[in-house]
Nanobody
Framework: QVQLVESEGGLVQAGGSLRLSCAAS????????MGWFRQAPGKEREFVAA????????HYADSVKGRFTIARNSARNTVWLRMNSLNQGDTAVYYC??????????????WGRGTQVTVSS
């Protein structure tokens, strides 16, 4: 049974930093891409960042480029999202997700339960 478990989010002041992690289990994820999405109140879920686990190639949404960094461990079963220079627009529930890297769509097969990140002024 595949499981994606996000670390606890938190409350951080604007300008601060936070790191989220996502631990994957239940299968080999070598040929998978893992991503982070977020959903703010009243808004649709949006892509944040993704990383291809086989070679570590990252992708970022324009809104977080230069501020967020995604990385994975050598075992390719954990990813981190380092978030710097946070602003109130980053407040959302953050979700970890996974899909086969060969998938041509943005549709992810597996999802975590989400973790709340709140940025205060």
């Amino acid at each position: 049974q595949v499981q994606l478990v996000e670390s606890e989010g938190g409350l951080v002041q604007a300008g601060g930093s936070l790191r989220l992690s996502c631990a994957a289990s239940g299968r080999s994820f070598y040929s998978y891409t893992m991503g982070w999405f977020r959903q703010a109140p009243g808004k649709e879920r949006e892509f944040v960042a993704a990383i291809r686990l086989s070679d570590g190639t990252p992708h970022y949404a324009d809104s977080v480029k230069g501020r967020f960094t995604i990385a994975r461990n050598s075992a390719r079963n954990t990813v981190w999202l380092r978030m710097n220079s946070l602003n109130q627009g980053d407040t959302a529930v953050y979700y970890c997700a996974a899909k086969p890297s060969t998938s041509a769509t943005m549709s992810y097969d597996y999802w975590g339960r989400g973790t709340q990140v709140t940025v205060s002024s």
